[in-house]
T-cell receptor, first 114, second 116 residues
Framework: GQNIDQPTEMTATEGAIVQINCTYQTSGFNGLFWYQQHAGEAPTFLSYNVLDGLEEKGRFSSFLSRSKGYSYLLLKELQMKDSASYLCAVTSADRGSTLGRLYFGRGTQLTVWP | GAVVSQHPSWVICKSGTSVKIECRSLDFQATTMFWYRQFPKQSLMLMATSNEGSKATYEQGVEKDKFLINHASLTLSTLTVTSAHPEDSSFYIC????????????FGEGSRLTVL
């Protein structure tokens, strides 16, 4: 099975930097995603890591360590609109699946204060 | 980017009725789509993998006779919640992937089902 753990809530102020951690245990690991989800809306893609290291994309960066079963999402220059739930998800190649079977963590609710 | 569309966005039905939710890939062909369910303040739970031209693959604990999935074409998958009950009220989201891409999944807008 899959076991994905991330903090439930985090708060930060505008302009700050925040790091959201995610640890996972899964068989057949085939990549890790980060998604942003605003209340009542579908998730939107932020990043995908399959190799160890840091992927940078504008204000958002994502890091993966496969040996440690660990990832983090780094948000810089926080804005009020970044207040949302951030979901860590892993893909599993079990059962001969394709890449799209995702198993999500419970999400980290980030609140950005002015 | 690729677009996945769901319909309806909102649906309210009486207990015991069946509800069909459609998921379409608008500008690409998706041989595989995925259905998720999300309860309030919970994360997304993968329900099943929808395979074009073959039976869906259900995750453990998901009743295949309760949640009927049909993948009739390369751009359409449907989820039918049969004999709906209030505990089936949830946010249902579909997704599809561009397998030739970097692994990005595209999600539909979601369908909120309320069973009275």
């Amino acid at each position: 099975g899959q076991n994905i753990d991330q903090p439930t809530e985090m708060t930060a102020t505008e302009g700050a930097i925040v790091q959201i951690n995610c640890t996972y245990q899964t068989s057949g690991f085939n990549g890790l995603f980060w998604y942003q989800q605003h209340a009542g809306e579908a998730p939107t893609f932020l990043s995908y890591n399959v190799l160890d290291g840091l992927e940078e994309k504008g204000r958002f960066s994502s890091f993966l360590s496969r040996s440690k079963g660990y990832s983090y999402l780094l948000l810089k220059e926080l804005q009020m609109k970044d207040s949302a739930s951030y979901l860590c998800a892993v893909t599993s190649a079990d059962r001969g699946s394709t890449l799209g079977r995702l198993y999500f963590g419970r999400g980290t609710q980030l609140t950005v204060w002015p | 980017g690729a677009v996945v569309s769901q319909h309806p966005s909102w649906v309210i039905c009486k207990s015991g009725t069946s509800v069909k939710i459609e998921c379409r890939s608008l500008d690409f062909q998706a041989t595989t789509m995925f259905w998720y369910r999300q309860f309030p303040k919970q994360s997304l739970m993968l329900m099943a993998t929808s395979n074009e031209g073959s039976k869906a693959t259900y995750e453990q604990g998901v009743e295949k006779d309760k949640f009927l999935i049909n993948h009739a074409s390369l751009t359409l998958s449907t989820l039918t919640v049969t004999s709906a009950h209030p505990e089936d009220s949830s946010f249902y989201i579909c997704s599809a992937s561009l397998l030739e891409g970097p692994g990005e999944l595209f999600f539909g807008e979601g369908s909120r089902l309320t069973v009275l």
